[in-house]
């Protein structure tokens, strides 16, 4: 093959814990007898309260074929190449098993925001019911040097008083802030969704409106921008580009001798891969080969957040000013990729489609 397959889960595969019907039937045309894929297949989600190994054994369960964990790409995932925070204590914000996936991806030293709040329980002072009837003293063997935001954490008002207290102290919560400490220690975050599609009738919160509260309440504070050492997630360049690598690395496995000219990306949410970031730190290139795709199409399924009966004519310069733009702060909104290279109703009509494109027999 000369292609492959970035398939997004919500929306594409699932909605909450629900299969879409497509999707078994998409992935019994992918795999030959023995259950290896014809094509390479790099699950693209923006995820990243679990570890790989466990999203591939849902995937293996939801689609009846075998996903290993080299097929899969949280948003947290492009982490492995920063390895100059690895021996750096990182104060770690999201859900799930937070010191698992830290530390699986190579850092040394994670520290979550219950432990911190473990330690400073003073500093959690919104729920009177959580506040401590006596105030704890003792040191705090740990000062947090940089911060990463794996996704939306439970306790929202929490999470955003010691991640503040964190950054306006530069890594002593506990002190008084001291606002002239700028730019505050590094911040580095997956996952800018502002909602993305579950059960629910209407999409949900995601982390990108998590992100949207701290960088309003870091400027209100001190009249300046939060500032981001790298974001990652989908529709990042660093995503795609190590999305690639994995698309690569699974050819050089199977022997596959052709290039990998055209990478299919297959998402439930419409414009999210119309913003080109303008890219912070650009340190992450050199750990990836440069970009081998000669293009990378997109092809929108009708099962996720986007709805073809709801879309916003763009069709002048005015309506094209009017659009609403959900991406991130830090994005470039870029009306000429609004559009998707291709529209279908679901994943399995994805998969026929770009077999068709590329006239590739299975």
Same mark, same amino acid.
């Given at each position: 093959p000369s292609f492959g397959f970035l398939f997004d889960i919500d929306g594409v595969?699932?909605?909450?814990?629900?299969?879409?019907?497509?999707?078994?039937?998409?992935?019994?045309?992918?795999?030959?007898?023995?259950g290896?894929?014809?094509?390479?297949?790099?699950?693209? !989600?923006?995820?990243?309260?679990?570890?790989?190994?466990?999203?591939?054994?849902?995937?293996?369960?939801?689609?009846?074929?075998?996903?290993?964990?080299?097929?899969?790409?949280?948003?947290?995932?492009?982490?492995r190449m920063f390895k100059r925070y690895h021996e750096k204590c990182v104060l770690v914000s999201g859900q799930g098993p937070l010191l698992d996936i830290a530390q699986?991806?190579?850092?040394?030293?994670?520290?979550?925001?219950?432990?911190?709040? &473990?330690?400073?329980?003073?500093?959690?002072a919104v729920d009177h019911d959580r506040s401590p009837n006596l105030l704890v003293s003792g040191d705090f063997c740990f000062k947090p040097l940089s911060v990463v935001l794996f996704g939306e954490p439970v306790r929202w008002e929490t999470s955003l008083q010691l991640i503040i207290d964190v950054l306006l102290t530069s890594g002593y919560p506990g002190n008084p802030y001291q606002q002239e400490n700028y730019?505050?220690?590094?911040?580095?975050?997956?996952?800018?969704?502002?909602?993305?599609?579950? &059960?629910?009738?209407?999409?949900?919160?995601?982390?990108?409106?998590?992100?949207?509260?701290?960088?309003?309440?870091?400027?209100?504070?001190?009249?300046? &921008?939060?500032?981001? &050492?790298?974001?990652?997630?989908?529709?990042?360049?660093l995503t795609y580009q190590y999305a690639e690598h994995l698309i690569r690395a699974q050819a050089l496995q199977r022997s596959w001798e052709q290039p990998i000219? !055209?990478?299919?990306?297959? !998402?439930?949410?419409?414009?999210a891969l119309l913003s080109q970031h303008q890219e912070i730190g650009l340190g992450w290139q050199k750990e990836l080969a440069s970009a081998a795709a000669a293009r990378c199409r997109s092809v929108l399924v009708c099962t996720g957040v986007y709805s073809p009966h709801a879309e916003?004519?763009?069709? !002048?310069?005015?309506?094209?000013?009017?659009?609403v733009f959900h991406g991130h702060r830090d994005f470039r909104f870029d009306p000429a990729l609004v559009e998707p290279d291709h529209i279908v109703p679901d994943v399995d009509a994805a998969v026929d489609l770009v077999f068709q494109l590329e006239n590739f027999t299975p």
């Open positions: 595969l699932v909605r909450g814990r629900t299969p879409i019907p497509a999707a078994r039937t998409a992935f019994g045309k992918l795999v030959n007898s023995q290896q894929f014809l094509v390479p297949v790099v699950f693209v !989600t923006n995820a990243g309260n679990c570890l790989r190994q466990k999203k591939a054994d849902q995937l293996s369960h939801l689609l009846g074929v075998p996903i290993s964990q080299d097929q899969v790409m949280m948003s947290h995932s492009p982490l699986d991806l190579g850092f040394c030293q994670p520290i979550t925001v219950d432990t911190l709040r &473990e330690k400073r329980p003073q500093l959690d730019p505050h220690i590094p911040v580095l975050a997956c996952n800018m969704d502002l909602m993305w599609v579950a &059960e629910a009738q209407s999409p949900r919160f995601g982390h990108g409106t998590f992100m949207v509260c701290l960088e309003n309440i870091y400027k209100k504070i001190t009249g300046k &921008e939060l500032k981001y &050492e790298v974001l990652m997630g989908k529709p990042s360049r000219q !055209t990478l299919y990306a297959a !998402t439930g949410t419409g414009p916003v004519a763009l069709d !002048t310069g005015d309506s094209i000013a009017q659009a």
